[in-house]
């Protein structure tokens, strides 16, 4: 609650949605019967799941990379991307980069910074 509480609702939304695994990708869709199959687009032998998105998906490898160089190690843990202040900006970057959920969501935006 206290990382969130300046956030936009589409921000926060998009962060429960990637912690309970109810984001619009094909895995979940599939479940609510509004998509054909559980398998990414890019990837037909694979789920679509907030894995495979993050950290898996040939097709955002250049996305992924951006925010490997920002995060370094941390940018492999699911728990960091999606719990920490430091990393939230770059989250937002690498889901706004890939255009996967700019149909839903559009685009998500940052909290302006408050002066220290």
Known sequence: IKLTTKFSKRLT??????????V????????????????CPHCPSIDESVHHFLFDCPHY??????????LGR????????LADAVATPHLTRYVNATRRFKATLGEILMPAHEPD
């Open 13 to 22: 939304g998009l962060l429960i949605s990637l912690r309970t695994h109810h």
């Open 24 to 39: 619009p990708l094909n895995m979940h869709l599939h479940r609510l019967g509004k998509s054909d199959t559980p398998r």
């Open 61 to 70: 490898q250049r996305e992924r990379h951006i925010l490997a160089c920002a």
């Open 74 to 81: 941390q940018a492999t843990s699911l728990p960091y991307l």
